[in-house]
């Protein structure tokens, strides 16, 4: 199956960053209606990027290839979509797409392992303007319908290295250095902070569907024996996730997160999500949009300007009105960004205590969390209970707690 998108080819040509004094870019996230095969849904990202808006980066959901209950869709209207993917046709068609359209592109797809064994691994992947292909986060956090050694009929094995996951992807052509956080790792208490040490300027949140969208497990006529989503309910009221992102945003990456969203046809109560947050503005101002997951909805688009700089070059030159110009282009967003002063503040001091200076650095963070896990595992394998036999309770003891010392378990 080969992918031209040539009846939306009339891209204009864009200034390389290069020449442009403040590089401001335009990014497009979505929620995009509901396709079930491969041919319908890289003709509805041609027939947008080839649109009247023209995107620098445009990024899609979570499992937006591949997936089992992709699959299940795909059956439910006589389509056809694979569990998992073949990483070079990816890089094929998507990278084909991004040249094409002159947009870098992240996508969402269950990637075979390349090794051979059995089941695959839940990847976002990153295309520049050019068409290169510029690498991938893959995710760590698989509920059980996922999980391989759960018979999760997704069949998908977690990263296990930490200092890979955090690596930034970089995208030269558009100045972004990005960190992913896939669908609820948006409640992680470590990844976006060593982000913020790798010094990314923007999050890539991308989810499989509606957040409020609690589904139920059991056994599907296509995965026997195996755990898969065979409906959802919803909890109506919670807001969780969404005050989640913007404290993430505004707290702990200080920069743009871009959100995707799936609809997966879940019914008309349970809303997707799109938009971006601002770490920079009014945390109850945020762009976040709820779009209807009901079958046929026709999804929608978002779109900001950011200017890629202000989120890394600016932070760390935020003190100066001088320095901050000079690394920016201009100080327009400094008022924003000095909003933010002691986030920064502290930021320096945590890099100082981390790795003596205050230079954030990703590799020493990565370090530094393998010295204490090492000292903690060190202490674990060691864990000796002492049973100590008092015969004699300390002087003054009353003897409501006498009984207390007849027999003592310390842990050392």
């Known amino acids: ?111 075979k392992r390349e090794d051979g064994t059995q089941g695959g691994t839940e990847d976002y992947l990153y295309f520049d303007k050019d068409g290169r292909y510029c690498g991938a986060h893959r995710k760590f956090a698989h509920p059980a319908y996922d999980d391989i050694r759960s018979k999760g009929a997704g069949r998908l094995w977690a990263e296990d290295d930490f200092e890979r996951r955090i690596r930034p992807i970089d995208i030269p052509t558009v100045g972004l250095r990005i960190g992913t956080v896939f669908c609820w790792e948006v409640y992680s208490r470590v990844i976006v902070p060593a982000y913020a040490f790798n010094d990314v300027n923007l999050l890539v949140h991308p989810i499989k569907f509606a957040p409020r969208g609690w589904l139920k497990k059991g056994e599907h ?62 945390p109850d101002a945020q762009p976040i949009v709820e779009v209807s997951s009901e079958a046929g909805a026709a999804g929608r688009v978002h779109t900001f300007r950011m200017n890629p700089k202000v989120y890394a070059e600016g932070i760390n030159n935020a003190f100066s009105a001088g320095a901050f110009k000079e690394a920016v282009g201009d100080i327009k967003e400094l008022g924003g960004v000095q909003k933010a002063t002691m986030s920064i503040k502290m930021r320096r001091l945590e ?40 015969t004699t309770p300390p002087q003054g003891t009353s003897s409501r707690r006498q009984q207390h010392y007849s027999e003592l378990e310390v842990r050392i």
């Open 221 to 282: 006529p296509l995965y026997p024996d195996e755990v898969s989503i065979v409906g959802f309910d919803q909890d109506v009221k919670s807001q969780d996730w969404i005050q989640r992102l913007i404290t993430v945003a505004h707290w702990e990456a200080l920069c743009p997160i871009a959100i995707s969203c799936n609809t997966w046809d879940i019914g008309a109560k349970f809303f997707a999500i799109t938009g971006h947050v601002d770490p920079f503005g009014k």
């Open 351 to 390: 890099a100082h205590l981390i790795g003596g200076t205050t230079r954030m650095d990703g590799e020493v963070l990565v370090a530094k969390l393998q010295e204490s896990v090492a000292r903690r595992q060190k202490k674990s394998t060691a864990q000796r209970y002492a049973k100590l036999t008092v």
């Open 1 to 111: 199956m080969s992918f031209r998108c040539v009846q939306f080819n009339f891209r204009a040509e864009v200034t390389p960053m290069g020449d442009i004094k403040c590089p401001e870019i335009t990014v497009g996230c979505c929620v995009p209606p509901q396709r079930y095969d491969t041919k319908s849904k890289v003709n509805w990202l041609c027939q947008t990027l080839g649109g009247e808006t023209k995107y620098d980066a445009f990024f899609l959901p979570q499992e937006w290839l591949g997936g089992h209950y992709a699959t299940i869709l795909a059956d439910r209207h006589q389509k056809e979509m694979p569990l998992h993917w073949e990483r070079s046709r990816v890089e094929d068609i998507f990278g084909k797409v991004a040249q094409e359209h002159k947009t870098a592109i992240g996508v969402g797809a269950c990637i």
